[in-house]
């Protein structure tokens, strides 16, 4: 069974900052695009940064030169660091795993990203 796990959440205030992990269990990771997605209490879920398989990047406008995603092929892993922190970034914060070639959707638990003073 693929696994699919985020780390790295907390509480954090306003202006700081965090690094999100991922770690997965995929073989052929080198073959997913990976997206981190977050869903804030009465939201729906929305998609923060994503990935491709080749490393081009896209950010949601109200992240742009904060956030910044990256991955690392041999440790099957995706990263998000998140700088100057706002309020509005309190949200669970999912990985996401599609792979390129198919219809494999792979999906963590989620991480608590809490912003506050």
């Known amino acids: 069974q693929v696994q699919v796990v985020e780390s790295g959440g907390g509480l954090v205030q306003p202006g700081g900052s965090l690094r999100l992990s991922c770690a997965t269990s995929l073989m052929t990771f080198s073959l997913y695009h990976m997206g981190w997605h977050r869903q804030a209490p009465g939201k729906q879920r929305e998609l923060v940064a994503r990935?491709?398989?080749?490393?081009?990047?896209n950010y949601a406008d109200s992240v742009k030169g904060r956030f910044t995603i990256s991955r690392n092929n041999t440790e099957n892993t995706v990263y998000l660091q998140m700088n100057s922190l706002k309020p509005e970034d309190t949200a669970v914060y999912y990985c996401?795993?599609?792979?390129?070639?198919?219809?494999?959707?792979?999906w963590g638990h989620g991480t608590q990203v809490t912003v506050s003073s």
């Open positions: 996401n795993a599609v792979f390129k070639f198919g219809s494999a959707d792979y």
């Open positions: 990935i491709t398989s080749t490393g081009s990047t």
